[in-house]
Every structure is written in structure tokens, then in C-alpha cells.
């Protein structure tokens, strides 16, 4: 079955715990990206990747960090967390031409700094 | 980037049809036109895409106007099941096809 599995789906962590949210899809995928969605605000793209080594900052970056070492699994680090960053955190892939492709979103990671 | 403008809310009928209305009057040629829904905080489900024409799958209908500054999602017979917030997004051709969400219409399907 064709999916972008994320873990852990909850995390409570203190301020300033790295921590890493892990994202992994089975579909040979190019290209992969990270979403924050929150209250008024929506989903906003913090990362995407085109493919492996090639990450590059979305809308809002601040804060976060990310790697492309293999073609499945695109992890999102904090690495001093804080209260701002609590929200909802999507992962999401797509193939090659991307603009006319499907994206498949993961289930969601919910994460509360407090 | 080009952003769309969707109603807050709508109720509609099981079994009827549902017409959700999309507003995207500042879309480029090559963006494309996608429709996602979210049930509960659960991750946005894909259900349909277009540039230009009409386009229609086992899920719902687009309607894309001829000048493509606005669109209409059709679901022919709505569902208690169908009952979501309904994303009309612009897909931009950088960042990787970056997802332009707006804030979604929350549709609720009544008995």
C-alpha cells in the first residue's frame, strides 16, 4: 500500500530537547516536503526536498532543520525546541513532475513544547 | 504566490449533490488547480487536480472556468462520510510543486 508513514504521531517535549520527527514513503518518491498547520494560519511548507542531498527552506524555515541521506525518509530535527513550534506537523511526498501529480500526505504528528 | 479564496462554511443533504466554489483569480498558466480534504486533523486526502479542462474520477467533478480564475468541486452524492474541511489549493511549480493551502471550506453533509 502506497504511504508516508510518520512517527512519533504525539509528542510533549520541554523547551529547548532536540527532538526528530521521522517521515518515510514506500513510492520511490522525488520530491518531499514538511507543513506546519495551525489555527487562522493553515498549512505553511517549512522544507521540501527534490531529491537526495537537494533540501531547501519553504516558507518557514526558522527553527527547524532537515535531512535527505536516502530517497525514503526525510526526518525534520528541532533542535531547541519551543513553545512556537507547537503544532501540526504533516510530511508529505510526490513524483517527478510534481506540479501534476498526486501528493501524498502522512498522518500527522502532533507536537506540544511546553 | 497566487492564493484562493473558498467560503467558510456550507451544509449540505445527504445524498445530494455538494458544490463547493473556488475563487483563484491570480493564477499563472502552469498552476495547476488542486482539491484536497481534511477529516478531523487527519492528514489532507487527495481528490481531484486540473489545469484547464474538466475533470472527473471516482470521487467528485472540477469545473474550471475558461479564464481559470475560479473552479467548483462537485461531489454528485454527498455522504455523512463526506463531511470535511475542503482545500482548493494552487500547486506552483517550484518548491518542489508547493501547496499553496488556503483556509478551507468546512463542509458538514446532513441526514
Not at chain 1, 69 to 97: D, H, M, V, W
Not at chain 2, 23 to 35: A, D, K, P, Q
Not at chain 2, 83 to 92: G, L
Request: hydrophobic share 30%; with cysteine; aromatic share 10%.
Amino acid at each position: 500500500e502506497a504511504q508516508v508513514t510518520q512517527n512519533p504521531r504525539y509528542l510533549i517535549t520541554v523547551t529547548g530537547k532536540k527532538l526528530t520527527v521521522t517521515c518515510s514513503q514506500n513510492m520511490n518518491h522525488e520530491y518531499m516536503s514538511w507543513y506546519r498547520q495551525d489555527p487562522g494560519l493553515g498549512l505553511r511548507q517549512i522544507y521540501y526536498s527534490m531529491n537526495v542531498e537537494a533540501t531547501d527552506k519553504g516558507d518557514v524555515p526558522e527553527g527547524y532543520k532537515v535531512s535527505r541521506k536516502e530517497k525514503r525518509n526525510f526526518p525534520l530535527i528541532l533542535e531547541s525546541p519551543s513553545p512556537n513550534q507547537t503544532s501540526l506537523y504533516f510530511c508529505a511526498s510526490s513524483s517527478y513532475g510534481a506540479e501534476n501529480t498526486e501528493a501524498f500526505f502522512g498522518q500527522g504528528t502532533r507536537l506540544t513544547v511546553v | 504566490d497566487a492564493k484562493t479564496t473558498q467560503p467558510p462554511s456550507m451544509d449540505c443533504a445527504e445524498g445530494r449533490a455538494a458544490n463547493l466554489p473556488c475563487n483563484h483569480s491570480t493564477i499563472s498558466g502552469n498552476e495547476y488547480v488542486y482539491w484536497y480534504r481534511q477529516i478531523h486533523s487527519q492528514g489532507p486526502q487527495y481528490i481531484i487536480h486540473g489545469l484547464k479542462n474538466n475533470e472527473t474520477n471516482e470521487m467528485a467533478s472540477l469545473i474550471i472556468t475558461e479564464d481559470r480564475k475560479s473552479s467548483t468541486l462537485i461531489l454528485p452524492h454527498a455522504t455523512l462520510r463526506d463531511t470535511a474541511v475542503y482545500y482548493c489549493i494552487v500547486r506552483v511549480m517550484n518548491q518542489g510543486g508547493k501547496l499553496i493551502f488556503g483556509q478551507g471550506t468546512e463542509l458538514s453533509v446532513k441526514p
